[in-house]
T-cell receptor
Framework: AQSVTQLGSHVSVSEGALVLLRCNYSSSVPPYLFWYVQYPNQGLQLLLKYTSAATLVKGINGFEAEFKKSETSFHLTKPSAHMSDAAEYFCAVSSNSGGYQKVTFGIGTKLQVIP | EAGVAQSPRYKIIEKRQSVAFWCNPISGHATLYWYQQILGQGPKLLIQFQNNGVVDDSQLPKDRFSAERLKGVDSTLKIQPAKLEDSAVYLC????????????FGSGTQLSVL
C-alpha cells in the first residue's frame, strides 16, 4: 500500500521568505510523485512531477522539489514567497497497484503568506 | 483546450434525498476519476474509470454511491440516499492514459447535506 504524509497542515511565511512544504511517501515500488496546488474555489493544478529522470524537479511559479530516496521525501521549496502563493498544496504518490496506476493524495498544507 | 467541466457548482440537499453530479472530461482522455474532498482532508479516490470500465472502486460506498461513464466520455456520480457525512467537494479529474500522468481537475461540486 502507498501513502503520503504531509507535515504541517498550516504553514505561514513572510512575503519574500523561503517556502518549505514537507512531504514523505511510502511505496513498495518506484513511485511517481507530484505536487498540486489548489487556489480557493478552484480545482487542483499540477505544480510539478517526479518521474525518476532527475532528482531535482522544477515546476511552475518558481517552485521546485527534490526527491530523496534515502529519506523517502519529496519536499517542495520556493526561495522567495509571493502573496499569490497563498493556497493549499497537496503532495501525491502514484504507483502500480493491481495492474493499474493508483494515485494517493496527502491531507494538504495550507500556505499563508504574510505581507 | 477546454478543461474538465463539472456541474452543478453547488448543491444543498436534505439527508435521505438523492443527488447527481455530472462530469465532462477533456476530449481524448481515457482515464476519469471521481474524488471526494472533505473539509480539511486531501482528495480521496472514489472511483477510477479506464475508458468506460471501472479499474478501482474500492473506496466507493456502494450501498449509496453509484457511478457510470457513458460511452467512455461523460460520467455521472449519484448518491442515494445522502447522509450528513457526505457533505464534501466532489472533484472530477481526467488524464490521457493513467494516473502516472498529470491529472486535470474540474472546479468541483460542493455538496451540503442538511
Amino acid at each position: 500500500a502507498q501513502s503520503v504524509t504531509q507535515l504541517g497542515s498550516h504553514v505561514s511565511v513572510s512575503e519574500g521568505a523561503l517556502v518549505l512544504l514537507r512531504c514523505n511517501y511510502s511505496s513498495s515500488v518506484p513511485p511517481y510523485l507530484f505536487w498540486y496546488v489548489q487556489y480557493p474555489n478552484q480545482g487542483l493544478q499540477l505544480l510539478l512531477k517526479y518521474t525518476s529522470a532527475a532528482t531535482l524537479v522544477k515546476g511552475i511559479n518558481g517552485f521546485e522539489a527534490e526527491f530523496k530516496k534515502s529519506e523517502t521525501s519529496f519536499h517542495l521549496t520556493k526561495p522567495s514567497a509571493h502573496m499569490s502563493d497563498a493556497a493549499e498544496y497537496f503532495c501525491a504518490v502514484s504507483s502500480n497497484s493491481g495492474g493499474y496506476q493508483k494515485v494517493t493524495f496527502g491531507i494538504g498544507t495550507k500556505l499563508q503568506v504574510i505581507p | 483546450e477546454a478543461g474538465v467541466a463539472q456541474s452543478p457548482r453547488y448543491k444543498i440537499i436534505e439527508k435521505r434525498q438523492s443527488v447527481a453530479f455530472w462530469c465532462n472530461p477533456i476530449s481524448g482522455h481515457a482515464t476519469l476519476y471521481w474524488y471526494q474532498q472533505i473539509l480539511g482532508q486531501g482528495p480521496k479516490l472514489l472511483i477510477q474509470f479506464q475508458n468506460n470500465g471501472v479499474v478501482d472502486d474500492s473506496q466507493l460506498p456502494k450501498d449509496r454511491f453509484s457511478a457510470e461513464r457513458l460511452k467512455g466520455v461523460d460520467s455521472t456520480l449519484k448518491i442515494q440516499p445522502a447522509k450528513l457525512e457526505d457533505s464534501a467537494v466532489y472533484l472530477c479529474a481526467s488524464s490521457f492514459r493513467g494516473s502516472n500522468e498529470k491529472l486535470f481537475f474540474g472546479s468541483g461540486t460542493q455538496l451540503s447535506v442538511l
